[in-house]
């Protein structure tokens, strides 16, 4: 049984706060920051919502939080298949419940994404080279074991978990104007702009994914769910399709987003740098798109204070440390050449 089976129909602002109700306690009502370096170089107020400071790193502790909580007392367990935070979300989500999780994954993870899992008490099954192989035992596991799918992106219940930032953001500044979001199977960016423009209308939605393997801005200009080749990436968190049977998450960026952009792995590799130097903080490369958006210019911010979900910092250690030492990163045979950060 899929988790969110039982809610049809598009989410709204209640289902939004009925979230915030459910995971508060799980989930951390998390920071948001300036960025003096980012301020001065852009003009704009330019702040950073810190999903970083998460108990899992990472964001997709709401969205799994939200969908676990529901379920009846008598769940015999939740299986999901994910690229590495929904995974951590969920386990860490269940392991609140005391429910059993098992989490499928590809053989592209990271192998500190796999031993997070497993630390925090998930059962971890390694299949295939895509997310879609994961997906297939996922669903395997949950029609023969009777576990719960929690789905990593095109859920009701996961998109209102995720759309639960926007409240938080346009709390603490109802005067932002734009947000930059990360976006790969779009729950995060599908919730946030759900939630952002109910509450206002006018303000500015911009996805940014990596420009390669980019499966929602493909889909997007399809104008239908379309498979992608996946590819290894410093921002492996936004790897992955979006499912060619989507239900939810594509139609909410179609119709919300005003934009979707691109990066390259030297903007993703830039841009972590700068956070590292500038701000003194740790993302992993899906964290940084939004900033290295507007560092190489691909977006025009209109006029206000903009903000930027820091998604994560779930990085391989060894090659965070290469980034930011300004060595060359190998990723599955191709190389970023590596660049000593000068300001
Ligand atoms: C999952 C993830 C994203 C993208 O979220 P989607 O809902 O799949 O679009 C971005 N950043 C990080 C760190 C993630 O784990």
Redesign the pocket.
């Known amino acids: 049984m899929r988790g969110g089976a039982a809610a049809i129909g598009r989410p709204g602002l209640a289902d939004v706060y009925e979230a915030r109700r459910r995971i508060a306690g799980t989930a951390v009502r998390t920071p948001m920051v300036p960025s003096p370096f980012m301020t001065r170089r852009t003009g704009h107020d330019f702040l950073l919502k810190l999903?970083t400071t998460q108990p899992i790193g990472?964001?997709?502790l709401r969205?799994a939080a939200n969908a676990i909580l529901r379920l009846p007392p008598d769940t015999r367990g939740v299986v999901c298949c994910s690229?590495?935070?929904?995974g951590r979300g969920v386990a860490y989500a269940a392991a609140a419940r005391g429910l059993r999780a098992v989490v499928c994954m590809s053989a592209l993870v990271s192998k500190a994404k796999v031993e997070g899992i497993k630390a925090l008490g998930a059962e971890v099954q390694i299949v295939g080279r895509s997310q879609d192989d994961a997906q297939v035992e996922s669903s395997r596991l949950c029609r023969d074991e009777g576990l719960v799918e929690i789905p990593?992106?095109d859920d009701f219940h996961v998109i209102v978990g995720?759309a639960t930032i926007a409240l938080e953001m346009l709390e603490d500044r109802p005067d932002l104007t734009c947000l930059l979001v990360?976006?790969?199977?779009?729950?995060?960016?599908?919730g946030i702009a759900l939630a952002a423009k109910a509450i206002k209308p006018d303000i500015r939605l911009i996805g940014i994914s990596m420009d390669r393997g980019a499966a929602?801005d493909a889909s997007i200009r399809a104008g239908r769910p379309v498979e992608v080749e996946e590819v290894a990436s410093l921002?492996d968190?936004?790897g992955?399709g979006i499912g060619l049977e989507n239900r939810l998450?594509f139609a909410l960026c179609r119709d919300l987003l005003d934009e979707v952009v691109l990066v390259t792995e030297n903007e993703i590799y830039r841009a972590m740098q700068v956070l590292y130097f500038e701000d003194r903080m740790v993302a992993?490369g899906?964290?940084v798109v939004g900033l290295a958006a507007v560092l190489f210019g691909k977006v025009t911010l209109p006029s206000g204070p903009v903000g930027t979900v820091i998604?994560?910092r779930?990085t391989d250690m060894a090659q965070f440390t290469n980034v930011i030492s300004g060595r060359d990163v190998t990723l599955d045979g191709v190389t970023v050449k590596g660049v000593p950060y000068a300001a």
């Open positions: 999903e990472a964001f997709k969205g690229t590495g935070n929904h990593p992106f995720q990360p976006l790969s199977g779009g729950g995060l960016a599908a929602m921002a968190s936004l992955g998450s992993e899906a964290g998604t994560g779930n």
